[in-house]
Nanobody, 123 residues
């Protein structure tokens, strides 16, 4: 049984930083692209960043470019999302998801999803 679990969210002041973690079990992480998505209240889900099975990364959200770093540790079955200079607009539930090999702009290509971790940025 595959499980994907996010952690590291919380309440942070604007300008602060957070590192989110995503740990997957029941699969071989090195075979999967891992994506981060977010959903703010009243808004649709949007892609944040993704790292493919080779370690190449993309950032989907222009507003986050230059402020985030995605990385993976296959030995620990964990993917990280470091976020800096956080803004109130970054407040959302952040989800981690796994897709076979390559990143995709379509969330439907991600087979396994976590329950999310809440990030709240106060002004």
């Amino acid at each position: 049984q595959v499980q994907v679990v996010e952690s590291g969210g919380g309440l942070v002041q604007a300008g602060g930083s957070l590192r989110l973690s995503c740990t997957a079990s029941g699969l071989t992480l090195s075979d999967y692209a891992m994506g981060w998505f977010r959903q703010a209240p009243g808004k649709g889900r949007e892609g944040v960043s993704c790292i493919d099975y080779l370690g190449d990364s993309t950032t989907a959200t222009d507003s986050l470019k230059g402020r985030i770093t995605i990385s993976r540790d296959n030995a620990q079955n964990t993917v990280y999302l470091e976020m800096r200079s956080l803004k109130p607009d970054d407040t959302a539930m952040y989800y981690c998801a796994a897709a076979w090999k390559y990143c995709s702009v379509s969330s439907t290509n991600y087979r396994y999803w976590g329950q999310g971790t809440q990030v709240t940025v106060s002004s």
